[in-house]
């Protein structure tokens, strides 16, 4: 046996050496939760299909020892990051500013919820209790929907630090910048702490009036401050589009409140605008200073961030007590959206005491200039309608409004498009920017001969977005010859129906003018069809020079259940040698309802093919109980309309309802004006239930350690009356294929568990008690579980108590390439098994490995929603005990 010498210089060294390490370890158990985090924000921006990158701003307390160059990011799908601080930036007042980036893929479509932590606030904010002890986090909620587009979140251009005065009104704006054009509303909520809990005894800060936050522009108006001391605000932000929730995304911001006689100063309000696209907007704003300060005068907003053309902001006088500033923006056509522009602008006192800081801000909307060179062309039942394109490159399609006779329009200055009070309406659309042709054939119905239509085009976007309205072009159908001017129902009978059809002498003079005849009109029926078989009704016989405005009357016909009915008339010259056809003739239809049940209304819709113009219908309804004969007099006044139908409400489900309508209507012949009236045929039908309920909205969250997935759907209220039940739909990602997965037949549970499963996509739709089933909500896949995990210790000592290294959650692994070291860089063990199944033995020589710690690389092959996706895996695995091991030393 050795003896063991032990030198009194060698022991004091290292004790020198373990007192240092406990010195530096009780430092880094400090310094871990020291305070420093004051406010911060975590903002996107899409990269490309299910990747995003992401940006986290944390506003740190320069006094603090700890300078995090990084910090854990959780991404909502089971998954964290350490991610390296990007950029740092010392501020005024004790503020760093720490800037981390990272890129992220999620595994598919879904609302995932992205959350940092970091221990501590600072110390000494009045209005969070034991600030800090207590652990800052931020949260941004996001919603990936291939429905709705790719998205980015706005940008937050003012900076969320802040100071205001006792006594006097404080307000802020973070200058909320969305590129996309979506919209945005403001309110404010509780900080948190960890797990992205609300921080309890929390509370605003005391103001002698109030604090809110407008929820349109994104003021934060602090009427006024009480106390000093430092303040910390939640702002949470939302972004919509197209009604639809996008991302919330809460601002945590601090303000020093301090005791000063200073006061802010007072900008001048500058005016919202609305100007075509290619307008150079250019303005001053002044600032004054009541305690006579030098001003520093800034500027922010959408206009600064665009590209090409972005705006300038110049202070062109600055003088103690007073500065000035020279706004331009030279407005492009990339700059129209539906959204407006805001400028948000922001004077800040030099007091030596303390800066003060004011706002305004103004809204500017870019709308795209009017379609050139409209052109209307009348074909022989329709006008063609041709134009040129946009020259907004981005212009999604096109609208197209009519009016009967010229009609001046005065748009909206901020909205664009045709204005509601306008004789304009719309008739059409087409998508796309190059299509530039459009006919108006009124919905397959023909337009009226001898009417002048103007016609307006009005450039869409697909944002919402449009144009001035181009000129009117105007063109007129030429009557035909002759003229009709009625086909009235007179008589309502299966056998001995009757119809009245009537048309005009007059316009024939200049026709007839010069030419000596004999004439000869000629009236013509189809049935069913207008371009049926004809059969001649009735001719002037003999023909004759005589012509005179006629009354024919069609009798002995089925008008009860056959319908429409098309009617002719031609003029025939009918010269001995010499007959023919003299002018282009004119078809008029008998007017029948169209009619559409419903739940307890039917719609009718007024069918007819006329070359006159209707100006007001009268609807009637039959009085008599169902299944009874209705003649004319057995119905009653129910409403009038002037459009193309009319709803009648309030009706009982399953019981029988017949309709017949008047119409009141003209024709404009050689500028004189023949009125018309004409009854329709009858038509019946039964209201039904056949209106599906509203779509639910979906959310879903995993639940790993349940190896289970959690839906949850809302509802709006108004909708419940007639829901019946809820159908869930579920995909496994592996295919775009929807089955129906379960029903909840309660319709009071907006929840429901998958068990077994953790990944795939769902949707819900909502039925009700006529089976009807409502649109499809939105789509949620989750892929959050799975996630592939290793094990950091093993006791290989042959107990059967974790004797071998095995992973978690291996299923959704296709393979792995693990390897793992001693501590000298030696390969002992390789494997592709995802299971792993190391027995602790060396690869070589099959002995096993001595206790220690091992380190791996272990590159992850998984199937996700996405595909196959590689993730690399590092780490430390400590083995303990192993009594078969031989020690290193000892090996060959």
Partial sequence: MKNTVHHPIIISRLLNRLLFIILCLSFAGLTARATHNRAGEIVFRHVSGYTYEFTLTVFAYTGSPVDRRSLDIRWGDNSVSSVPRAHQEVLPDSYYRNVYTALHTFPGSGVYTISVEDPNRNFGVSNIPNSGYMVFSLSTVFRIDPNLGANNAPQLLVYPIDKAAVGQVFVHNPSAYDADGDSLSYELTVPTREKNTEIEGYSLPEASDSIVMNAVTGDL???????????????????????????????????????????????????????????????????????????????????????????????????????????????????????????????????????????????????????????????????????????????????????????????????????????????????????????????????????????????????????????????????????????????????????????????????????????????????????????????????????????????????LTVYPYYYTVELWNMETGNEFLMEENETASTLYPELAPTDKAITVT?????????????????????????????????????????????????????????????????????????????????PLDNEPPCAPELAGTSRCTEIANYLEWTFNPQCMNDVRKFNIYFSSGEEPVYTLLDTVTDRNILHYLHAENVRGCYYVTATDSADNESPASNTVCLDECGAYELPNVFTPNGDNINDVFKSYNPADVRKVNMQIFNRWGKLVFRTEDAAINWDGRDMDGKRFVPSGVYYYTCDVYEERLTGLQIKTLTGFIHLYYNENAVPYEQWE
């Fill in 221 to 559: 108006i602090w009427a006024s401050p009480v106390q000093t001391g430092i303040y910390n605000i939640a702002i949470k932000l939302f972004e919509w589009r197209n009604g639809i929730r996008q991302s919330s995304i809460t601002r945590d911001m601090q303000i020093e409140v301090v005791n000063t006689s200073n006061r802010p100063p007072v900008i001048s309000q500058a005016l919202a605008r609305c100007v075509e696209a290619g307008t150079v907007i250019d303005c001053e704003l002044s600032a004054t200073d009541p305690d006579n300060d030098h001003i520093q005068m800034t500027a922010s907003g959408g206009p600064f961030q665009v590209y090409p053309y972005p705006a300038e902001f110049t202070v062109v006088h600055n003088t103690a007590g007073s500065v000035t500033a020279h706004f331009r923006w030279p407005t492009d056509l990339t700059h129209v959206r539906k959204q407006p522009y805001t400028v948000t602008v922001r004077a800040e006192d030099q007091n030596t005491d303390v800066k003060l800081v004011a706002f305004t801000h103004f809204d500017i909307t870019v709308l795209a200039p009017k379609v050139n060179d409209v052109k209307a062309v009348a074909a022989r039942k329709s006008i063609m309608l041709t134009w040129d394109a946009s020259r907004c490159t981005h212009a999604s399609g096109y609208e197209i409004y009519r009016s009967i006779g010229s009609s001046a329009v005065d748009p909206d200055s901020c909205a664009g498009g045709i204005p509601a009070n306008s004789s304009y309406v719309k008739v059409g659309e087409v998508s796309g920017r190059n299509t530039l042709l459009f006919e108006d054939t009124n919905q397959g119905k023909g337009l009226s001969p001898g009417t002048e239509y103007c016609y307006r085009v009005v450039t869409v976007f697909s944002d919402g977005a449009k144009s001035f309205p181009s000129d009117e072009s105007c063109a007129t159908l030429a009557s035909g010859m002759p003229p009709l001017i009625m086909a009235d129902v007179v008589v309502i009978d299966e056998n001995d129906g009757q119809i009245q059809v009537a048309w005009l002498r007059r316009p024939l003079d200049k026709l007839l003018d010069g030419k000596t005849g004999p004439f000869q009109y000629r009236l013509y029926r189809q049935t069913g069809a207008q371009d049926g078989e004809r059969t001649l009704l009735y001719k002037t016989d003999p023909p004759n020079t005589q012509l005179i405005d006629t009354l024919f009357t069609d009798e002995h016909l089925n008008t």
């Fill in 606 to 686: 007024f069918g007819r093919y006329t070359p006159w113009i209707n100006t007001r219908y009268e609807i009637y309804r039959c009085s008599k109980p169902a299944g009874d004969t209705c003649l004319f007099a057995d119905f009653v006044y129910t409403g009038t309309a002037s459009g193309e139908s009319y709803t009648d409400t309030g009706l009982t489900n399953g019981q029988r309802y017949c309709y017949r309508i008047e119409s009141a209507g003209y024709r404009l012949i050689d500028s004189i004006r023949y009125e018309t009236v004409n009854r329709s045929h009858i038509a019946c039908s039964t």
